[in-house]
């Protein structure tokens, strides 16, 4: 038998108002359980077994938890409220209380960002103890080489009491010269209007890492003497970020993707 809610909650949960909004309709008489008026907002109700009517529409019940894939773009920060900048959750199709960023990206990073109201499989996606390997594409300054690589399998040095966990760093592409260092930079939206002579040596690359300290890829990079210029997560844990999925775009996650991400143990 499934839990019993009180009706207050269940008509929030559903969607229908605000718990202080639902508990008027109720008092009002505008609810019908099973039939039956009801004017308490702690009636019980048996979820997907009950009946119950606002206003002559029916309300159904909602999933316990919703999943939300975002592709972040740049200029907006990974919170629920804020006084001074869009949020992330401005994105989100859908007006359920309860909804959080897991985790967080820097306001000028794009790429993938989980949006949900577990905070059971937040916390299991976020503990330290898990290491979920997280994948972001850069473009740093400078010629990235198989020392740097080796450099993040050994752990670096940003400032703190212990080097990062090992990583993987992987070399897309790198620009030894003007020339090949304008192809890159001129993707970069504080690059575009640089003349040739401006240009610098570029990198392109993949850098996987299973911590989330404060602006970590910047500081690693920075470590081995690079400075990050645009930085994009593709994937967390079995999450990819979808090709098609374009910047700003939010869409619920398929039942195969949240499946994985409560296997992954």
Do not use: W
């Not at 979820?47 to 773009?73: C, M, N, Q, R, S």
């Not at 740097?148 to 966990?165: F, Y």
């Not at 081995?224 to 090709?243: A, C, F, H, Q």
């Amino acid at each position: 038998m499934a839990k019993m809610v009180r009706l207050d909650k269940y008509l929030a949960d559903a969607g229908a108002g605000t718990r202080s909004e639902v508990k008027k309709y109720i008092q009002k008489g505008q609810v019908q359980l099973n039939g039956m008026t009801v004017r308490r907002p702690e009636q019980k109700v048996q979820p997907d077994f009950d009946e119950v009517i606002l206003a002559g529409e029916a309300v159904g019940t909602v999933p316990e938890f919703e999943y939300y894939l975002l592709h972040k773009p740049a200029g907006c920060v990974s919170a629920t409220e804020d006084t001074r900048d869009r949020t992330v959750m401005e994105y989100v199709p859908s007006s359920r209380k309860g909804l959080f960023p897991v985790g967080r990206l820097d306001k000028d990073t794009e790429g993938l960002l989980l949006i949900t109201n577990d905070g059971a499989l937040a916390h299991e996606l976020l503990s330290p103890r898990k290491h979920v390997d997280k994948t972001y594409y850069a473009v740093v300054s400078g010629i990235v080489t198989e020392e740097d690589v080796r450099a993040m399998q050994e752990g670096v040095d940003i400032g703190e009491e212990k080097k990062t966990l090992p990583a993987r760093l992987e070399i897309v592409r790198t620009a030894k010269n003007v020339s090949e260092g304008k192809g890159i930079l001129l993707c970069m939206g504080d690059a575009a209007d640089r003349s040739p002579e401006e240009m610098i040596p570029c990198s392109e690359i993949y850098l996987t890492i299973c911590e989330g300290k404060f602006h970590q890829i910047k500081r690693m990079m920075e470590a081995v003497g690079k400075k990050v210029l645009y930085l994009k997560r593709i994937s967390m844990g079995p999450l990819k970020l979808p090709e098609n999925l374009e910047k700003g775009g939010c869409r619920s996650l398929t039942e195969e993707e949240i499946a994985a991400l409560k296997m992954r143990d």
